[in-house]
């Protein structure tokens, strides 16, 4: 009996990972979606995505292709929500909070002295946050209502920060870390183009498009004082970070991370 519950709870586990399904309790007569077959039952009848809201049978859920597509009506924020899963609801290349906060910092920003690594007012840039969940697409994020550049610098570091998988993510993680570690220049780019390779593809859009940005914001180094360099220390650790790690490997990786942003910011034109 014990192998049999221990069986259904790792089934159940799986299942959630890929598919972000949970053991739901409908109200009313309901049908399984796969199967076509009634749910029995008058609490946890079935389970449901999160994501599309395919509703099927405990067992059927093992069958399930895990190519599902995200229902907008089940997304309810931006922030905090899977990078893969926020793109495929809105059917775009990448999430809009990036582009908007990019286009506005491009428009207004460039110049600023200390861009990304001075923190805007953390009530406002938790503002920022609030308004993309409530709005999307529609926030206003002007100089209008936020003055400081400041402030949209941090509301999309924030974003990258708060990705339940980062964008450079867990399972890429080592191979990006080795990458950082190789002391010829050529073979570290060559090993970072296959890393690259790992990412899903929302992933390695998103990085693609944050890293332009981030090579032309080099291009006003004069004024702004962000080399490549700094812009490594500042989005190293927002953009990758390893799970379980103990303290010092954590501390010794950030000098590998900065290397990799930095890397990826000095040759994005070769390497995506």
Excluded at 101 to 120: H, K, M, N, P, V
Excluded at 230 to 256: K, W
Aim: aromatic share 8%; net charge negative.
């Amino acid at each position: 009996q014990r192998t049999c519950n221990l069986h259904i709870l790792l089934t159940y586990v799986i299942c959630y990972l890929l598919f972000k399904i949970t053991v739901h309790t409908f109200r009313g007569p309901h049908w399984c979606e796969y199967c076509a077959n009634f749910m029995w039952g008058l609490i946890a009848q079935g389970v449901k995505c999160a994501d599309c809201g395919l509703n099927v049978h405990k067992q059927c859920s093992k069958v399930v292709p895990n190519d599902c597509q995200p229902d907008l009506r089940h997304v309810k924020k931006v922030y905090s929500c899977d990078l893969t899963t926020l793109v495929k609801a809105h059917n775009t290349k990448r999430p809009m909070v990036v582009d908007m906060c990019i286009q506005e910092i491009e428009a207004r920003g460039l110049q600023s002295e200390g861009l990304y690594r001075i923190s805007g007012f953390s009530e406002l840039v938790e503002d920022v946050k609030l308004a993309f969940d409530r709005d999307g697409e529609k926030v206003d994020i002007s100089s209008n209502v936020y003055e400081d550049i400041n402030i949209i610098t941090g509301a999309l570091k924030l974003y990258f920060r708060e990705l339940p998988i980062p964008l450079i993510t867990y399972d890429a993680y080592p191979h990006f870390m080795e990458s950082a570690k190789v002391t010829d220049p050529e073979k570290r780019l060559e090993s970072l183009h296959e890393a690259l390779k790992l990412l899903p593809p929302a992933h390695c859009e998103t990085l693609r498009y944050l890293m332009a940005h981030l090579k032309r914001v080099t291009d006003y180094e004069k004024d702004n004082l962000m080399t490549s360099e700094n812009l490594g220390i500042v989005f190293g650790p927002t953009l990758m970070r390893a799970p379980d790690l103990d303290a010092m490997t954590a501390l010794n990786d950030i000098r590998y991370q900065r290397l990799v942003v930095e890397t990826l910011i000095t040759n994005e034109d070769v390497l995506f």
